[in-house]
């Protein structure tokens, strides 16, 4: 019986397809590579069809689906517990789908799980961008929950930063009812932040992964399209909730601002001055739904250099921080009677 199967959305994704589907058929477990046809127009189906090789299944959605349609697609078909998210343009390393299964193995509390990264560019070469993201990983235990799950979401946001790192089982996926659909850009991290309040989420702290860094992800265009404030929303408001005797409603949302919402401010700032007109109207809407009239964030922005001072330290936010959930977590004592 196989291990696991890898889901592999893909629409129009031809450029780096075989190269991606090729580091899967070198990992040296037994598995299924789905690959879900996006309704693609161009060379991608024809790549995934001509591998030759009989752990690969392909499939074509009955029209356009979208990322997180065709996800939950994959999760329902699948024919193991355990499931590995792919994209058709990063790579995995040698050994990567087995140290992902073992950790599973030696972790049968975690939900899911996800690794480090090692970060390239368009053309496949390694940049060493990941860097960026050290602090934040010095801080992730190797499996995690609860309110302190809550808390690394909340000052790091999308923790796994890429589909790519992630594998979940497929009971979890099910229980949750499966990704947000009809939205492009929170319903990755809205599934992570639920899956940590019903069971531990795990950090394999290894770079398992290579991921391809271009204008044309989905992250970057969500920015640019300001969707991404849009929808982060109630993954925020669900934090906020999930914080509630932790962080004070004053102390999560000045927080917020000094930290996320500076960048939106950021994002806003861009369009406006780039005479993208109509993306920076969306963008302020968007800010300003979150609680706080615009005016006095563009403000602070501007105060603040363009967001590059004055800022959220979440490395520093979240070590002050996990005391507070620490005691919150310890049995209390009872008083003699």
Known sequence: ??????ILPVHNGARCLEESIQSVLRQDVDFELHVLDDDSRDASPDIARSSGDARVRYSRNEGRFGLFKSLNRGFREAGTELVRIWSDDDRMTPGSLRKFIEFGRGHPSAGMWFCRFSSMDPQGRLTGNERQFAEQWRRIPETFGGQLAALLFYCFGCMPGNISTVLMRRSIWARLGGF????QQAPDYDMWVRAGEVADVG?????????RDHPGQLGKQGGKLMTVIE???????????SLRGILSPSEFWAAWRNGSGRDHTHLVMRALLAGDLRHAWRGAKAVRSYGRP?????????????GRLW???????????VPRVRRSAAPQSSEAG
Do not use: C, H, K, Y
């Not at 929808?231 to 909730?241: C, D, F, I, Y």
């Not at 615009?294 to 363009?306: D, K, R």
């Open 311 to 321: 800022r959220l330290d979440r490395p520093r936010f979240f070590d002050v921080m």
């Open 203 to 211: 950090f394999l702290d290894a770079p398992l992964v290579e991921l």
């Open 231 to 241: 929808e982060q929303r109630q993954v925020v408001e669900r934090l906020e909730r």
């Open 1 to 6: 019986m196989r291990e696991v199967t890898v």
């Open 294 to 306: 615009l005016l006095p964030q563009l403000a602070t922005w501007l105060l603040s250099a363009n």
């Open 180 to 183: 947000i659909e009809g939205i």
